[in-house]
């Protein structure tokens, strides 16, 4: 059985104890990107587990309650803005999934990771495209991922309530475009993005209202 195969074991591989790991918020123009890493039970199955995109709010919330009971071991981490501008998107999410990883309470033998690149780590590691869709362990780190991320921007909106980042999530939709060009880049924008660097460069002085 190879780690692409649609009916991986989800819980056993080779008898190595697997973690599935996934992000969340490569896209947004601001907030942290979020990833988490989880060690499922095959005692405690959990029904209703996939892709967290696929999921309404409401069953993601539900099931990261369910997961966080249930699973034998969980973590989620993030990666700052500043890192992101420093370092990447690319390279902050790698870094993002390495600290889930390494958060475990529970050693893991092997990472089956969500994509097609694999973070540096201590233990062995497979990148699976669509692995959200394929593997439990990784729809219940995306679900974890997603969850944080969203409460993160929550909280963001709380202390940013002109930019309605309740609403997109710090996505570059038409309202959050709207609402930047209006009130400027506040510090939580990723400043290295495109339509945030071009705003920067047409309003050098331009911050937060």
Request: proline letters at 6%; a neutral charge; charged letters at 20%.
């Amino acid at each position: 059985m190879t780690p692409s195969d649609p009916n991986l074991s989800l819980f056993t591989y080779d008898g190595e104890i697997i973690c599935g790991v996934d992000e969340a918020g490569r896209g947004p123009l601001a907030g942290p990107v979020f990833a988490a890493a989880v060690i499922l039970d095959p005692a405690r199955p959990i029904s209703g587990l996939r892709d967290s995109k696929k999921l309404t709010a409401e069953r993601r919330e539900a099931l990261a309650e369910q997961i966080k009971a249930n699973a034998l071991a969980w973590a989620i981490a993030e990666c700052s803005e500043a890192e992101i501008d420093s370092l990447n998107i690319l390279q902050a999410t790698m870094l993002a999934m390495r600290r889930a990883v390494e958060g475990l309470a529970m050693l893991p033998t092997l990472a089956l990771i969500d994509g097609n690149r694999c973070p540096q780590l201590s233990i062995r590691s497979e990148a699976i495209i669509k692995g959200d869709d394929k593997v439990q362990a990784i729809s219940a780190a995306s679900i974890l991922a997603k969850t944080a991320r969203d409460a993160a921007l929550q909280v963001l909106h709380e202390q940013y309530p002109h930019y309605a980042f309740d609403q997109h999530k710090g996505y570059p939709t038409a309202l959050h475009m709207e609402r930047l060009r209006l009130h400027g880049v506040s510090p939580v924008h990723r400043k290295s993005y495109a339509p945030v660097r071009a705003l920067l460069a047409a309003h050098p002085d331009g911050a937060a209202a």
